[in-house]
């Protein structure tokens, strides 16, 4: 029977210097392929670094396969697509147990998910059964098939595409399924400019086909260690806390977000606190994930359908009339003030 390993060696952490150089190489990377979606870029890197999982919905032809898969492409390490069909089956996710008949013994099959990184093309195009192959390996980073566990290798994320709703021929998410995403993001149409860019880029060839990887696993696992010990003061921490109880009491939503959600936020804050260069967590960087972080994961009431809220504005509503911490408490001892830090001057 064949056996799946884990990296059992510690990653080591990355000065700030060699930190900035790897994601700065990442995420130029990526803009090769994808035009002027700076930020875009900069969140989905974030949720790597924080060891979670990426939803990008958007209507079609917007570049949301293509950004999936310039991600992948951009680290040297095992990438597998996977195109969710109405026929797709859970075992071609997972893996199946194969009889041999030469050795007279069940052997494991691993299906797609056995990748660091999975791109799942259009996932809400597959049934609600075969979506769920996917909840426990998004959570627990293993897949257990006729009573055995594999797991997955680090670092493992799932990278999916979907259309919203509306269109022909989807299912939507299950809640459970969509709790496992760290983030939902949009890709939006470019501006003129950029679309300008994306024609002379595009029109000759494809730039996915150029594209060369601009680190490893290796680094990855690294980048990932370097992140956990940015700091979190415990009034942010309360803070976050207070943000996901809102969702919970909020009128307008009757079902708020999970625990798990306030560890993805607080997951998430710490990647994009990094990747600004800081060692420490602001409120702005909580203030900015709660909408890409939550959205996806709360449920509006009957009337707030009817009133055409979005969970999107609901949560801005939220986070606007939330109190924030006092500045002072927010930082490690002996970091140097960084000045206003509230971007709409509280």
Do not use: W
Not at 181 to 188: E, K, L, P, S, V
Not at 195 to 219: F, I, N, Q, R, Y
Not at 332 to 339: E, F, K, N, Q
């Amino acid at each position: 029977m064949t056996e799946y390993h884990t990296f059992d060696d510690p990653p080591l952490q990355l000065a700030s210097d060699e930190f900035r150089a790897a994601t700065t190489a990442i995420v130029a990377n990526v803009e090769r392929v994808i035009e002027g979606k700076t930020a875009t870029v900069r969140l989905a890197l974030a949720v790597l670094l924080a060891e979670g999982h990426l939803l990008i919905e958007d209507v079609p032809g917007v570049g949301k396969t293509m950004l999936a898969k310039a991600l992948a492409r951009s680290i040297d390490c095992s990438v597998r697509r996977i195109q969710f069909t109405p026929d797709l089956l859970p075992s071609d996710v997972t893996g199946v147990s194969v009889y041999n008949r030469d050795r007279r013994e069940f052997e494991f099959k691993p299906g797609a998910v056995f990748a660091n990184i999975v791109v799942g093309d259009e996932i809400n195009r597959a049934s609600p059964k075969t979506q769920s192959a996917l909840l426990e390996c998004m959570e627990e980073h293993q897949v257990t098939v006729d009573g055995v566990s594999y797991p997955l290798r680090a670092p493992f994320m799932v990278i999916a595409t979907q259309n919203p709703i509306e269109m022909e021929g989807t299912y939507p998410l299950p809640e459970a399924q969509r709790d496992r995403f760290t983030a939902r993001i949009a890709m939006g149409y470019p501006d003129p400019a950029a679309e300008l860019a994306m024609l002379d880029a595009h029109g000759a060839s494809d730039p996915l086909a150029g594209l060369v990887p601009a680190t490893d696993a290796a680094m990855v696992r690294r980048l990932v260690a370097t992140v956990h010990n940015v700091h979190v003061a415990e009034p942010l921490k309360y803070y976050a806390i207070s943000l996901i109880n809102a969702t919970r009491e909020a009128p307008d939503l009757r079902l708020g977000a999970s625990p798990r959600a306030t560890l993805q936020l607080l997951r998430t804050a710490r990647a994009v606190a990094a990747l600004e260069g800081r060692d420490f967590v602001l409120p702005d960087d909580l203030q900015a994930l709660a909408v890409p972080v939550l959205a996806h994961r709360v449920i509006p009431t009957a009337d707030a359908h009817l009133t055409r809220r979005t969970t999107d504005a609901i949560l801005a509503d939220l986070v606007r009339r939330l109190p924030l911490p006092p500045e002072r408490h927010v930082q490690p001892a002996g970091t140097p003030p960084p000045g206003r830090y509230n971007a709409r001057g509280h």
